[in-house]
């Protein structure tokens, strides 16, 4: 791998935005292929991905790694643009009707877009008509549902069964403290991640 | 025993004479206001509006009726003033968006927009930028980030994450004075919030009773930085406590030993299945700072320290013990690592369990009553042998929670004891 690539990769790693900013302005500057830039954006994303499941590196690691992914595709984002490149698939994310936290929900975010997912953000208290009109109007593959209360699940349970019986055929994964398994198949939800790193084999199995 | 007497068995790792029971003492093992009038219902007490103890979460007063009615062993006495910054004081009826008529401080200044969010001010002023935000079909406040425009993370000063802290006020030391008298010889045992000892609690950290918070007041913002400046919340942290020592020796020279349980800090380090920190970096970040408080408190009084941290933080119970605490809340069984069994065995004898009662995620709100009591033996037969467990659940009870789950709790700990 190219120097600047490889700098690009270990600062995503390593949660370093500005050595992540300069790697990819130097990539840029020397006019490497946007798609390889991307390319060592997705493998230390990954790599962080691997180790937040093994309980290797927490939260915060996991931040400042998604903080200097987004230096980078600060500058990236507008040559993607121009060359065409596009993500393969997309995502509606939003935490469901009457909760407001956000954290596990930006987490997921962060992954899927360092996983190369275009990720349309709901923000919080989400209701199931805004879902439905989201779906409509973006087609994403995945439509992914956030709750950390236990008086919001029966929230998540309505909005999955609004777009369920939409008629539009869509894929839901759920997530959040208090969700598991059981509950995410008892409301017809698709799937289940119990934290951001699952959430992303989740979505790519979803989308296959 | 009273009350008093076998929470201290218990704490201390006696066995007391019965397994004492808490729910309402402390913002964290606390009931929601609905929940709080439908017992009083059930226990057909006086029919009357919830006083609203702790309006961010919106957690009732257990009052002595009530107190009196479940068999409970802990009497708070709350901070003079509520997370949103004003006293607790001149209650009024306020209603809920839920339909329910409860009491609250008079400095309680809320807005509903037209899509029903209700929106309160820090210290009840309606000129300074909203700090809670309560969702229309929410049963509490969320803090709301007010991010100080001229904030620049390559900059930071630590003065301005200092603001919240400092010497004991006139106003504090006349309420402590005159809430020691009040309980000066009360049978319970009696718990109270230190002010300033939370070191990063993210509740806090948006500072939801400033007008105008600077610093770093942002969820992710805060948590990057045990990943990136260390040091900056290593220096916070010792300001933090030793501004927390002064006020300490203020509040031993009021309230004395008539203090049992001091809830230190609420920080939580756990998620459901992972930490927030790895274990080296809380060693280094947190450790000394809890150690230098709970030292102090350990060398001068007779109180007991209390932590909170929720989720999977078996791998830090043995730091929370170097620390100094004496006791750990809420003992979150449902996350990983965190069986009951495995807990007892490892460090039973060596710090005290206060929760882990039933699991508020699942089995109190959407379980049986017969699935309640189960848990609820089951717990007390694993935790109480040998004294080291104090009866609470997972964290507050929240709204929703079937009141025939709450009661099947209650008589499940009344039949462990031998209670009619």
Redesign the interface.
């Known amino acids: 791998m190219n120097e600047s690539l490889q700098n690009l990769a270990n600062a995503i790693k390593a949660g370093k935005r500005k050595d992540a900013r300069a790697a990819t302005e130097e990539a840029l500057a020397a006019e490497l292929s946007p798609q390889l830039i991307l390319d060592a954006l997705t493998e230390g994303m990954n790599d962080v991905g691997k180790r937040f499941k093994a309980n290797e590196i927490f939260v915060p690691e996991v931040l400042v790694a998604a903080r200097a992914m987004q230096k980078s595709m600060d500058l990236l984002e507008p040559v993607l643009v121009a060359s065409g490149i596009q993500p393969k698939h997309s995502i509606v994310i939003g935490t469901v009707e009457g909760d407001l936290h956000d954290i596990g929900k930006n987490l997921v975010m962060m992954m899927l877009k360092g996983a190369n997912f275009k990720v349309i953000d709901l923000g919080t208290n989400v209701d199931a008509e805004a879902f439905a009109a989201a779906v409509a109007e973006h087609k994403p593959d995945v439509v992914a549902l956030s709750a950390l209360l236990t008086t919001t699940m029966p929230s998540m349970e309505s909005i999955v069964q609004h777009l369920n019986e939409s008629g539009t055929p869509i894929k839901i994964m759920v997530g959040g403290a208090p969700i598991t398994q059981d509950f995410a198949t008892q409301i017809g939800a698709h799937g289940y991640s119990p934290d951001a790193a699952s959430a992303v084999d989740l979505a790519h199995q979803l989308c296959a | 025993m009273n009350s008093k007497q076998r929470i201290r068995a218990a704490i201390d790792h006696q066995q007391p004479d019965k397994l004492p029971m808490d729910f309402g003492s402390s913002f964290i093992t606390g009931i929601h206001c609905s929940v709080v009038e439908q017992l009083r219902a059930h226990y057909k007490l006086e029919k009357r509006p919830v006083k609203v103890c702790e309006p961010y979460q919106m957690l009732g007063e257990v009052e002595e009726d009530l107190l009196e009615a479940m068999g409970l062993d802990v009497q708070p006495i709350f901070p003079q003033r509520t997370i949103f910054g004003f006293p607790n004081e001149n209650c009024k009826p306020w209603m809920t968006p839920w339909g329910q008529e409860v009491l609250v401080s008079e400095h309680f200044k809320t807005i509903q927009d037209n899509t029903g969010?209700v929106y309160i001010y820090p210290q009840g002023d309606m000129e300074a930028p909203a700090s809670g935000?309560m969702?229309?079909?929410?049963?509490f406040f969320?803090t709301i980030e007010r991010i100080d425009p001229n904030f620049d993370e390559d900059d930071l000063d630590l003065e301005d994450n200092l603001e919240e802290f400092g010497p004991m006020s006139q106003e504090e030391e006349s309420y402590w004075t005159e809430q020691a008298g009040k309980w000066r010889d009360s049978e319970r045992a009696i718990s109270v919030h230190l002010n300033g000892t939370c070191l990063g609690d993210i509740a806090l950290v948006p500072a939801p009773f400033l007008k105008n918070p600077k610093g770093v007041r942002g969820?992710?913002d805060w948590?990057?930085?045990?990943?990136?400046e260390p040091e900056f919340l290593q220096k916070l942290f010792d300001r933090q406590a030793e501004i927390a020592l002064q006020n300490m020796e203020k509040l031993y020279k009021i309230a004395g030993n008539l203090i049992d349980v001091v809830v230190v800090c609420g920080t939580d380090f756990g998620?459901?299945?992972?930490?927030?920190?790895?274990v080296p970096n809380m060693r280094d970040i947190w450790l000394p700072r809890y150690k230098r408080i709970n030292d102090w408190i350990h060398q001068n009084t007779n109180w007991r320290t209390f932590k909170h941290s929720c989720g999977a933080v078996e791998p830090l119970i043995e730091t929370f013990i170097d620390c100094g605490f004496d006791i750990l809340n809420p003992v979150q069984c449902s996350a990983d690592g965190m069986a009951p069994e495995g807990l007892k065995a490892k460090y039973g004898d060596r710090i005290c369990f206060w929760g882990g009662g039933v699991n508020?995620?699942?089995t109190l709100?959407?379980g049986t009553p017969e699935q309640v009591r189960a848990e609820v033996l089951s717990r007390c037969e694993t935790f109480a042998p040998g004294g080291g467990f104090v009866f609470n659940a997972i964290h507050n009870v929240?709204?929703?929670t079937p009141i025939e789950n709450f009661i099947a709790m209650i008589e499940a700990v009344h039949s462990y004891n031998g209670d009619k």
């Open positions: 969010n935000h969702p229309k079909k929410g049963y969320d969820i992710a948590y990057m930085l045990s990943a990136d998620t459901q299945n992972s930490l927030f920190c790895s508020t995620q699942q709100p959407f929240q709204a929703l």
